[in-house]
């Protein structure tokens, strides 16, 4: 082996250079054959001797566990890089035989061979992206932030191999005189138009320049997530008195101590976990102590020493040049040419409907806070770090909903059982949950938990569940896959994971707020779009569809989170096992459309800022913090309301591109989702059979196998009406 630039021995010094660097160590490496040794510090993925051949390295080897799981137990953060190298130069090989291929290109040997190549390089890059997110001690952000760039110039690689391109292009070409199946034309279109969006076409310096381009992407939009991830895990605010304490009921009590005991120190303490600041917010009553969260909240992506501003400017400029080169004016335009919405006009015509009275409707909320504070005694003059709190205050009154009581009949056990019950009346779907001990499987971490997905006797798919925060794990809520669902080259079976970040107690049952419900039914939404996958070809499986659909199945499940029926058969209170009553499921139910406002303009406020910022022509001279408050002042965003992701923080649009120009997707799902959960309310009957079975077949289990407004109109008979979204948001204005 050689020793050139890009070759898997440079790769490998590169990988434990890092390695060593990030412990403070300089001791020398020896580098004899195959094998690379080098001293590692100790970490919770440790090794001191990586092997790159199959034999030494677990991510290069065949995975004999049950349901082929990652073996967790045996990966280290420093097996990632050499794994990698081997697998990009194995994936680069197989590519390279299918444009050497001496017969004509077909759609098998061509379009289909490609979906089915680098299946090893897939799993090992999905248990990556995985760790990075859910476990990722310093040492494997450190292998994230090494491999970042390598893995945008692999796939950059892949996306401008000029032979290879020539045979799909050429199958493209012919693509109407080919007999070919509705699924199989929308694949040979969809890895077309990602050759061509991903630079194929483009010649010389163009080519180049894209292609580095999209290497510093990676690399900055990586700094991005990971100074996010720095400021949430180190910040705590200690509550050191019962005067500090006031107003906190004992399930938030309790949750401020177990974070306290996982940071190492005594007392209470309110990390900048939304499942710990939002109720701080909400139910303290030091104002002080608000505030104080509150800015610390608000100011993420903006500590001295990780500034996320700069980061931000220089992926604009980049996203702007590559739109440029592949001929478009803006970044925005390049993005919503490959989604639903197809230009800025068609998102702006959405996102007016909603904007001005959304602010009516906030500004009428407002009034409400400012007379309830009088009430109290407390200054009318509402801040942001009041409203939460005031917002609780007027909801207790309004609907009688105090929600320290309404918590204990939504334990995580009880919700977990309502969804599964929820897909098994919908789709037929049993969950049978497996431990470590009945499969001899160790998970990456001790709250995973694992359920086999059965239908008919059947297994369809694995689920995990990864529900609490803790400090190597990024915030918020998301589904992720270990293994998506295929049937070309043999059938495959998803491995799906749901990630959230509830706050742990160790007294007792984990207790949710309903927005808790709706979360964990929306990423169980995402999680059911993966599991009833049924399409032939990986690029159309599950979740690889248009980032502005993506959003339906996870949104529409939120709704059977409020169905009566699925309420008082799950939400039993945790000490007495009562049922709910049905008279609070009802003033539940009520309360939906209570502080709609506030939730529209935070929501609206961030997606048309970002819109406003990838349709610069020249972002170059842009001050991140400026065109933050500019905006915001020129739209009207109202200053007690705020924006629900200031810009420093922004990771949906700057810690990687899928939701760049794309934030209003959450909106643009919801006209579908609320029109669709529509259909099952005419029908009178939330788990109507034949809804269900259509349901299925054109949304949860269709992929990218077909065009989405069609699968929505063979699901509704016609295409979406907006005025469903509207009054569920109390927003349907009387003509």
Request: net charge negative; charged share 25%; hydrophobic share 40%.
């Amino acid at each position: 082996m050689n020793d050139a630039p890009g070759s898997i021995i440079q790769l490998l010094k590169q990988a434990c250079s890092l390695g060593l660097q990030s412990a403070g160590l300089t001791e020398p490496k020896t580098f004899i054959g195959n094998v690379i040794s080098c001293s590692l510090p100790d970490h919770p993925y440790r090794a001191r001797r990586i092997d790159m051949t199959d034999n030494g390295n677990p991510l290069l080897q065949d995975w004999h566990t049950p349901y082929q799981l990652p073996p967790f137990r045996q990966i280290r953060s420093e097996h990632f890089a050499p794994a990698f190298a081997v697998l990009f130069e194995r994936h680069l090989a197989e590519i390279d035989a299918l444009a050497e291929n001496p017969a004509a290109p077909t759609f098998d040997n061509t379009v289909a061979a490609f979906d089915a190549a680098g299946a090893r390089l897939d799993r090992v890059r999905l248990t990556f992206e995985n760790l990075c997110s859910s476990e990722s001690p310093p040492a494997l952000q450190a292998v994230q932030r090494e491999m970042a760039p390598l893995l945008a110039a692999h796939d950059s690689k892949v996306a401008m191999h000029a032979g290879f391109f020539a045979r799909l292009d050429a199958v493209h070409q012919q693509a109407a005189m080919l007999d070919l199946s509705e699924e199989q034309q929308r694949l040979l279109q969809r890895l077309h138009t990602d050759f061509v969006r991903t630079g194929a076409t483009l010649q010389g310096a163009a080519r180049e320049r894209f292609a580095a381009i999209a290497t510093r992407l990676a690399d900055l939009q990586t700094q991005f997530a990971q100074n996010i991830l720095a400021d949430e895990s180190t910040y705590q605010l200690p509550l050191v008195s019962e005067a500090d304490l006031g107003g906190l009921p004992d399930f938030l009590r309790e949750s401020a101590q177990s974070a306290a005991r996982e940071r190492g120190v005594e007392g209470y303490v309110i990390t900048l976990s939304r499942s710990l600041v939002q109720p701080f917010l909400t139910w303290s009553t030091r104002r002080d102590l608000r505030e104080t969260a509150w800015r610390a909240w608000t100011s993420r992506g903006e500590n001295p020493a990780r500034d996320n501003r700069p980061l931000a400017r220089e992926i604009l400029m980049l996203r702007q040049e590559q739109a440029r080169l592949l001929g478009y004016e803006t970044f925005a335009d390049y993005a919503l040419a490959d989604r639903m919405a197809g230009n800025a006009s068609a998102v702006h015509a959405l996102l007016s409907q909603v904007w001005e009275p959304a602010k009516a409707s906030a500004g009428q909320e407002r009034q409400a806070l400012a007379e309830q504070a009088a009430v109290l005694g407390e200054p009318t003059s509402v801040e942001p770090w009041d409203w939460y709190y005031l917002a609780e205050k007027v909801r207790v009154a309004r609907y009688a909903l105090d929600d320290a009581q309404v918590k204990p009949y939504f334990s995580l056990d009880a919700m977990l059982a309502a969804m599964f019950d929820c897909a098994g009346r919908l789709f037929g779907l049993q969950f049978v949950e497996q431990t470590s001990e009945q499969t001899g499987v160790p998970l990456y971490h001790p709250d995973v938990r694992l359920w086999e997905v059965r239908r008919g006797g059947e297994q369809v798919g694995i689920f995990l569940g990864d529900n609490y925060a803790r400090p190597n794990k990024q915030g918020g809520a998301w589904m992720h896959i270990y293994r998506r669902q295929t049937r070309n080259g043999g059938k495959v079976t998803p491995i799906v994971v749901n990630n959230n970040n509830f706050a742990r107690t160790d007294k007792g049952p984990t207790l949710l707020s309903f927005d808790d419900v709706r979360t964990l039914f929306h990423e169980f939404g995402h999680g059911l779009h993966g599991l009833l996958s049924d399409v032939n070809y990986g690029r159309l499986s599950g979740t690889n569809v248009p980032q502005d659909y993506v959003e339906l199945p996870s949104q529409l499940m939120e709704n059977w989170a409020t169905v009566p029926e699925v309420l008082a058969k799950h939400a039993r209170h945790v000490t007495t096992g009562e049922p709910i009553p049905a008279e609070l499921i009802e003033r539940i139910r009520a309360s939906q459309t209570f502080n709609q406002g506030f939730e529209t303009v935070a929501y609206t406020s961030s997606a048309l800022i970002d819109m406003a910022l990838h349709l610069q022509s020249d972002p170059a001279g842009i001050d991140i913090a400026r065109f933050d408050a500019t905006e915001r002042e020129r739209i009207g965003v109202p200053r007690e309301v705020g924006m629900r992701h200031r810009l420093p923080h922004f990771g949906h649009i700057f810690s990687g591109g899928y939701y760049a120009a794309g934030y209003y997707v959450y909106m643009w799902a919801e006209v579908l989702e609320a029109d669709a959960f529509d259909a099952f309310e005419e029908a009178g009957n939330a788990f109507d059979s034949a809804l269900a079975d259509k349901l299925q077949r054109y949304v949860y289990s269709a992929g990218d196998s077909r065009e989405q407004r069609s699968a929505f109109r063979a699901f509704r008979g016609r295409d979406p009406r907006a005025e469903p979204m509207l009054r569920k948001r109390d927003l349907l204005r009387e003509e």
